[in-house]
């Protein structure tokens, strides 16, 4: 069984591109959720998708946009840069939606907005 | 949205217990308590979670107190590889983990 894989691990951009972060759930899940951690703080929920549709959205701007695939594996959009939208990308899988156990998190994609 | 107030940062010695204590003091009834952990350069990790009773794995022990406005994670040994951050969150699910600062907890030898 193979956990959750984000990529790429690392990557720099300038601001106003705009970049696309991918996501494997874990095998079995049809849940996936993004994340985006700043730099000593917490993550902050992006939003969720489940079975393809967006299922919960957290006060982020329209320019962040996701998109789940029939295999579950997902993609965070992310237009128009700015400097602020550097951070860690956490993506996390879980196997349905209003469930109390565990999210299984990838290790991130790290972006640099110069 | 419940909030959680954690300590900022915490020491434990190698093989101690450590109690990671959390308040929440506006927990709504259909809240469970969360704990999530992040080693450096991971992403987070789940610890356990519970609703009224305390509950135990393999990982660690949660202590809920009986007015659900408190709750300590327990780990039983500290080992190294401990040392993380250590997140308590309140939700009804999985769906929309609101994580705050978290507790950094440094594991001396």
């Known amino acids: 069984e193979t956990g959750v894989t984000q990529s790429p691990t690392h990557l720099i951009k300038t601001r106003g591109q705009q970049v696309t972060l991918r996501c494997s759930s874990q095998s079995g899940h049809n849940t996936v959720s993004w994340y985006q951690q700043a730099l000593g703080q917490g993550p902050q929920f992006i939003f969720q998708y489940y079975r393809e549709e967006e299922n919960g959205r957290g006060n982020f701007p329209p320019r962040f946009s996701g998109l789940q695939f029939p295999n579950y594996s997902s993609e965070l959009n992310v237009n128009a840069l700015e400097l602020d939208d550097s951070a860690l990308y956490l993506c996390a899988s879980s196997p349905g939606t209003g469930l109390t156990g565990e999210l299984f998190f990838g290790e991130g994609s790290r972006l640099t907005v110069l | 949205d419940a909030k959680t107030t954690q300590p900022n940062s915490m020491e434990s010695n190698e093989e101690e217990p450590v109690h990671l204590p959390c308040n929440h003091s506006?927990?709504?009834?259909?809240?469970?308590i969360h704990w999530y952990r992040q080693l450096p350069s991971q992403g987070p990790e789940y610890v356990i979670h519970g609703l009224t009773s305390n509950v135990n794995n393999r990982m660690a022990s949660l202590a809920i107190a009986e007015d659900r406005k408190s709750s300590t994670l327990i780990l039983h040994r500290a080992t190294l590889r401990d040392a993380a951050v250590y997140y308590c969150i309140l939700s009804p699910n999985n769906n929309d983990m609101r994580f705050g600062a978290g507790t950094r907890l440094t594991v001396k030898p």
């Open positions: 506006t927990i709504s009834g259909t809240d469970y």
